[in-house]
């Protein structure tokens, strides 16, 4: 059964309208993978001796086991950012031969197939290997080792569950930050009672039915999830009455108004963006933790000046990175209209001034801080308006991914969430405030990376036309192509 289901992705994907462009990514992924895979090797075989040389007096596999909760709680984070669960078509398979229980059984054990479950093998493989030969119990070592697989497995489908279901998200989320802030506070230490069950497991290889009864629960937690709601009346599309709003006070904008009304409308009524924006305001504390990495002298005004690219841009990193993605239900009907493709572009740098001017705003108690992260917050804004506002509809014309503006209701649905070539799109909009600001700082002072930010902004607000107009010419050359990837079902 699972060879049909393998047969029938190839085909998807082999038949796809963008087979060479996804063959070519597939490929550079590959070899990413190789060359992090090749990193955590290096890593799990150079550990144990790292440690002795660092902490003589220390046992490695000890200090391991003390701060391995924090990777587990920053692979969490990243599973839920980055990691999308892979998935087929149900429709068509519901009315197939197949049973939903082999269908729930593919799609859950193909999810097992990812880089966060490969990197953590290869990291404690050679770390595992290496602890046998320096005399360790065979036994105990490999029951550790299993067990911090049986971890990691878990919180792979803990993250279905997270996407899948907001009981479990504000759950596990409301955990976290309480755990978080009672080790900030040194009232409760999570990290030394996990470092004790991990030195525990080390010592005692039977504990390890604890990681593999966490991984049983949490498949059978999916399992059940997926079971209860995999029906075609699940799948199908919902009608519900909308109230309508009073937006004619944005017809002072002129021939852009249109748009705007109709984004603020998608926002307001549809689950997939609302919760989007929701989640932008979360980019509005980003800065806290560089703040507090600052007083104790781990963080700079460099990476503060990153900080604040995201507290300012939390909407464009958000919700205008998938732009025209959130029209992709209706573009053809779009591109049918007279209207200049320019006019829909300048509505999105509207749309992402608007929240960046807001996000500052409800941003200024950061003034508390000083004057120089108030000024590293008026440079992140002056950056979001004047250049990150391109960058980020210029991947968006590289970016032809459908999205189902309700499809964050329906279960087993694409969670749609972070691609690898979204990253590498985010990668200059990431690093690019850093190195404005890093290099005029180091050889002419703070002062001069404020102003290099601020003026090479002020220069592409003025050249507004001039860049959205090279966009523009990029969105018209893929025009069709991006329609044929969104009328992919």
């Known amino acids: 059964m699972f060879k049909k289901f393998i047969s029938l992705e190839w085909k998807q994907f082999k038949r796809s309208a963008n087979f060479s462009k996804s063959l070519i990514v597939k490929i550079f992924m590959g070899i990413g993978v190789l060359y992090f895979m090749s990193i955590a090797v290096a890593m799990g075989f150079g550990m144990f001796f790292g440690l002795k040389e660092s902490f003589p007096d220390s046992d490695p596999w000890v200090i391991v086991n003390n701060f391995i909760i924090f990777w587990f709680l920053g692979e969490l984070v990243f599973r839920y950012l980055i990691q999308k669960m892979p998935v087929l078509t149900i429709k068509p398979l519901l009315i197939l031969p197949f049973t939903k229980k082999s269908i729930i059984h593919y799609g859950l054990g193909k999810s097992i197939i990812s880089i966060f479950n490969f990197l953590l093998f290869f990291i404690l493989l050679p770390f595992s290997i290496i602890l046998m030969v ?17 971890i990691s497995y878990t919180l792979n489908f803990t993250t279905f569950l997270v996407n899948k279901n907001d009981k479990y998200f504000y759950s596990i989320l409301s955990i976290i930050v309480i755990l978080i802030g009672l080790e900030y506070y040194d009232i409760f230490k999570i990290s030394t009672v996990a470092g004790n069950a991990f030195n525990f497991l080390s010592t005692h290889f039977y504990a390890i039915i604890i990681p593999i009864a966490t991984l049983v629960t949490s498949y059978f ?21 909308v109230k309508t709003t009073d937006l004619s006070w944005l017809n002072r904008f002129g021939e852009v108004a249109p748009f705007l009304k109709n984004d603020l409308k998608l926002i307001w009524r549809n689950v997939r963006p609302k919760k989007t924006v929701f989640s932008a305001a979360v980019f509005l504390f980003y800065a806290l933790y560089f703040l507090m990495m600052k007083k104790s002298g781990m963080s700079g005004h460099t990476m503060m000046a990153f900080a604040m690219m995201f507290v300012t841009g939390g909407f464009a990193m958000t919700f205008g990175q998938f732009v025209p993605s959130w029209d992709s239900e209706y573009y053809q009907l779009l591109m049918s209209q007279n209207i200049r493709y320019k006019t829909y572009l300048d509505s999105k740098w509207y749309l992402m001034g608007f929240a960046v001017i807001i996000s500052f705003v409800l941003a200024t108690p950061y003034i508390y801080f000083g004057w120089e992260i108030y000024a590293l917050l008026v440079a992140g804004a002056f950056f979001n308006l004047g250049i990150n506002s391109y960058l980020v509809l210029f991947g968006g014309s590289l970016l032809r991914m459908p999205i189902k503006l309700n499809e964050k209701a329906k279960a087993f649905g694409n969670t749609q969430g972070f691609k690898m070539s979204q990253i590498l799109i985010a990668l200059p909009k990431m690093f690019l405030p850093i190195i404005l600001f890093a290099v005029p700082n180091y050889f002419w002072g703070f002062n001069a990376g404020i102003l290099t930010i601020i003026g090479l902004s002020v220069i592409g607000i003025l050249l507004k036309n001039f860049f959205l107009t090279k966009i523009e010419n990029i969105y018209q050359k893929n025009k069709y192509r991006t329609i044929e990837a969104y009328n992919e079902k």
């Open 221 to 241: 937690l999916s399992y059940k999830h997926l079971a209860k709601n995999l029906n075609l009346d699940d799948l199908e599309e919902k009608k519900k009455e």
């Open 134 to 150: 320096k005399g360790y119990s065979i036994i105990n070592v490999l029951a550790w080792f299993f067990g911090m697989l049986a």
